[in-house]
């Protein structure tokens, strides 16, 4: 018997740590295909507040990535990523709630979610705000804030590039500024 459990024990040490709680594990099932595999590793580190592995699972839920599509499971992650300071969280949720065919449309949450992302210098939610701005959208209208958001995005898109990143799930950790 003592050789059973020794002959086990030595068995789990040679075959390395459990995959469950690593990121990585979750991108390369995603990319192989496998969703499921993704899903039940990204969602056991999504419960314990890995804030990537929300936002992939919003990502997931929101484009119906393998799944059935599900906005407001969608909401639910990106929501708990964006409380933890992810831009782009914060970025498609504000997405989310000012799609006009959507059935979240909130122009106020909207507006709230692209401030959190414009904070954090995000160029996308800084021009979808100024739109929100110059419309008086959620917010009260206000040219010379809409103006001054737009320009800046503008400026900061120049130096950031495409931020197509915003709508694909992630495989390795976003490195946040403070």
């Not at 295909?33 to 997931?60: C, H, P, Y």
């Not at 970025?91 to 414009?118: C, P, Q, R, T």
């Not at 995000?122 to 739109?131: T, V």
Request: proline share 2%.
């Amino acid at each position: 018997m003592h050789r059973i459990i020794s002959t086990a024990a030595l068995a789990c040490l040679l075959a390395g740590p459990v995959a469950a709680d690593n990121f990585e594990d979750g991108g390369f099932a995603y990319q192989q295909g496998d969703t499921e595999s993704a899903l039940s590793v990204w969602r056991s580190m999504a419960d314990k507040g890995d804030r990537d592995a929300q936002f992939n699972l919003g990502i997931i839920y929101a484009q119906g990535l393998g799944i059935d599509q599900d906005r407001t499971r969608a909401i639910d992650w990106f929501r708990l990523a964006a409380e933890q300071g992810d831009p782009i969280a914060a970025f498609n949720l504000g997405v989310i709630f000012s799609e006009k065919e959507s059935a979240h449309l909130d122009y106020s949450l909207a507006v709230s979610f692209y401030e959190l992302a414009a904070a954090k210098k995000h160029p996308e939610a800084m021009e979808d705000l100024s739109i929100l701005f110059a419309n008086g959208m959620g917010v009260e209208r206000n040219l010379s804030r809409a103006v001054s958001l737009a320009t800046e995005a503008e400026e900061l898109d120049c130096l950031v590039g495409e931020t197509e990143g915003n709508f694909k799930p992630r495989f390795t950790r976003l490195a946040l500024t403070r």
